[in-house]
């Protein structure tokens, strides 16, 4: 790709916190919710500057960095070359809501700011703005390539499932075709049933990801602690194999997930039944048990919420912990974790799930 020049000279994104594996889902599922990071990008009309002026508000403000390292600019400056631009010069500021670190998906919040502002610096999307007229009014929506921004983002996270809700909104399941079998595929003579000589070419390895309906009625209910768990962390906790069984107990309900959140097509309108759905498919038996021991606070709460008969598990590789439920339940969820939260520091985030994934506007 050429070096193209910036369409716009600032670029606003607004993008979702996200709770992934959703207990059975285990690297696979995710949801967005109403909860998010807002970053304005300002070119300083440099295209060869290495340098970024990053002012951070909110959530890290004392901790992360702002050089070069703070993954948010060393997203976008992958992202611009990737995306066929010059090294802009930039100003970044962070209005930081998600906190870090805590299985909220801030890290692939991070990912997808960097990625989705140079997409639409670099015009890939839909929007009237040509050219570079910075006088031009604030805030036109721009409708940016999202299946460019996943393919990208995935690509540097490593693990899509984050990333997919962060981009798309709403449920996803994700999975990953590298690694799969890449042998052309033999194609059959409709006459004769016999391989015909000729073959088609396989789909290409990637990150793919399916969006799936969620009901008005879900809500979700974070509960974030005062300690931090990196993911790196948690992942290292992970066994190399799991009982047969395990995978076998996950299998079916995860498959189910898509049900649980959108239970109309199953079980109609009664609450109770699609609860019950949900309170199976957030079960799990792959990652949480060998992680809960680096997050016993959380272990404590979740399994109180369980016992209480709500579909509790950890959000993402925790520490937070994850409730979800159909129908307005916030009262009953607060009291059953109460005795749980005594002891210790906690944020209680009830939020309705997020729609629309990543928000882009331009000037
Ligand atoms: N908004 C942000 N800006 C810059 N860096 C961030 C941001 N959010 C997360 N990060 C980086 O990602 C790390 C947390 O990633 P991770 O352990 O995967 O936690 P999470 O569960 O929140 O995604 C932080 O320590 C920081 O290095
Ligand atoms: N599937 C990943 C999800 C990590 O999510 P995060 O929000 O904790 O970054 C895992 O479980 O490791």
């Not at 159909?326 to 059953?336: M, P």
Request: glycine share 8%; aromatic share 6%; charged share 20%.
């Amino acid at each position: 790709m050429t070096n193209a020049l910036p369409v716009c000279c600032t670029v606003h994104v607004r993008v979702p916190a996200t709770s992934a594996n959703l207990g059975s889902g285990f690297d696979a599922a995710g949801l967005a919710l109403e909860y998010f990071d807002e970053l304005t990008f300002t070119w300083n009309g440099d295209l060869d500057d290495s340098s970024a002026i990053v002012a951070i508000h909110g959530e890290g403000e004392d901790t992360l960095p702002r050089d070069g390292r703070h993954l948010v600019v060393k997203t976008f400056r992958t992202a611009c070359k990737a995306f066929g631009l010059p090294k802009l010069g930039f100003a970044l500021e962070a209005e930081n809501r998600i906190p870090q670190a805590r299985g909220m998906g801030s890290s692939a919040e991070a990912i997808v700011a960097g990625v989705a502002a140079a997409a639409a610096f670099a015009g890939l999307g839909d929007t009237d703005v040509a050219g570079t007229d910075c006088a031009a009014g604030f805030g036109t929506s721009f409708d940016v390539d999202r299946d460019a921004v996943f393919a990208l983002a995935a690509g540097l996270e490593g693990h899509p499932d984050n990333v997919a809700p962060a981009v798309y909104g709403s449920m996803t399941v994700s999975w990953n075709r590298a690694g799969e079998d890449t042998v052309l595929v033999q194609d059959y003579s409709a006459e004769t049933g016999e391989p015909d000589g000729t073959a088609t070419e396989p789909l290409d390895p990637g990150f793919r990801t399916v969006n799936y309906a969620v009901a008005d009625t879900l809500r979700a209910t974070v509960f974030v602690p005062d300690f931090e768990l990196s993911t790196e962390k948690a992942r290292h906790a992970l066994p190399s194999g799991v009982p047969f069984a395990d995978a076998t107990f996950n299998l079916a309900r995860s498959a189910m997930l898509p049900a649980a959140v959108n239970p109309a097509v199953t079980t109609g309108d009664d609450p109770n039944l699609a609860n019950a759905l949900l309170f199976d498919a957030l079960d799990d038996k792959l990652h949480q048990p060998y992680r809960l021991p680096l997050m016993e606070p959380t272990a404590r709460l979740v399994a109180r919420l369980r016992a209480a008969g709500f579909a509790a598990s950890v959000s993402g590789a925790g520490p937070c912990a994850l409730v979800l439920a159909h129908g307005d339940l916030d009262a009953a969820i607060d009291d059953a974790a109460a005795p749980a939260l005594s002891n210790g520091h906690w944020k209680v985030l009830h939020l309705p799930v997020n729609r629309t994934g990543v928000q882009v506007s331009i000037r």
